[in-house]
């Protein structure tokens, strides 16, 4: 245990007390991993783990999802917000947990939920999402609108060697 020589021991332990606490609230939300929180209780909805990504063509929003089946699953898309949300089912309510003794119980349960506004319109009409081992991928496709184009550049001017030479001139 760390000693200070400021503190009386007993001081010390509930500065540590208090220390840890508020770091556990502060490192909540975003912060705090899908796996740090299992078993809460929560009636809250809590952060869904996700990787967003673009390229030229479309963004890409990989959630992570374990324990869901893509029934549990809702991906919806508002202008340029894509939210996910999803629920997982408590294990101690089910048939199968009848009549048995729990040791360690930290598979969480509940409500989950993420939105990620994208900062370009997407095409709502040509979002795909799939579900493979326990991840959500939702390839939202950029507006055309937002897609980079190459733009010509053109001059005003002659060009300024060979410009107005004729076959004639350059017969002579």
């Given at each position: 245990?760390?000693?200070?020589?400021?503190?009386?021991?007993?001081?010390?332990?509930?500065?540590?007390?208090?220390?840890?606490?508020?770091?556990?609230?502060?490192?909540?939300?975003?912060?705090?991993?899908?796996w740090?929180?299992?078993?809460?209780?929560?009636?809250?909805?809590?952060?869904?783990?996700?990787?967003?990504?673009?390229?030229?063509?479309?963004?890409?929003?990989?959630?992570?999802?374990?324990?869901?089946?893509?029934?549990?699953l809702?991906?919806?898309?508002?202008?340029?917000?894509?939210?996910?949300?999803?629920?997982?089912?408590?294990?101690?309510?089910t048939?199968?947990?009848?009549?048995?003794?729990?040791?360690?119980?930290?598979?969480?349960?509940?409500?989950?939920?993420?939105?990620?506004t994208?900062?370009?319109?997407?095409?709502?009409?040509?979002?795909?999402?799939?579900f493979e081992?326990?991840?959500?991928?939702?390839i939202?496709?950029?507006?055309?609108?937002a897609?980079?184009?190459?733009?010509?550049?053109?001059?005003?001017?002659?060009?300024?060697?060979?410009?107005?030479?004729?076959?004639?001139?350059?017969?002579?």
């Amino acid at each position: 245990m760390l000693r200070s020589p400021l503190l009386p021991t007993g001081a010390l332990a509930l500065r540590q007390t208090f220390d840890r606490a508020l770091n556990e609230s502060l490192t909540g939300g975003p912060f705090q991993t899908l796996w740090s929180r299992m078993g809460s209780e929560s009636p809250v909805a809590q952060v869904m783990p996700i990787d967003v990504y673009a390229t030229d063509d479309h963004a890409m929003v990989l959630a992570a999802v374990p324990g869901m089946k893509p029934e549990d699953l809702e991906v919806t898309v508002h202008q340029n917000t894509v939210s996910l949300s999803g629920t997982i089912s408590k294990l101690v309510d089910t048939e199968q947990a009848k009549d048995i003794t729990w040791y360690v119980h930290e598979v969480g349960s509940g409500t989950y939920r993420r939105s990620v506004t994208l900062p370009f319109p997407i095409d709502a009409e040509q979002v795909q999402a799939s579900f493979e081992d326990g991840i959500v991928r939702v390839i939202l496709p950029r507006a055309e609108r937002a897609r980079p184009r190459r733009i010509a550049i053109h001059s005003r001017q002659p060009e300024a060697i060979g410009a107005g030479a004729t076959d004639e001139t350059e017969a002579s």
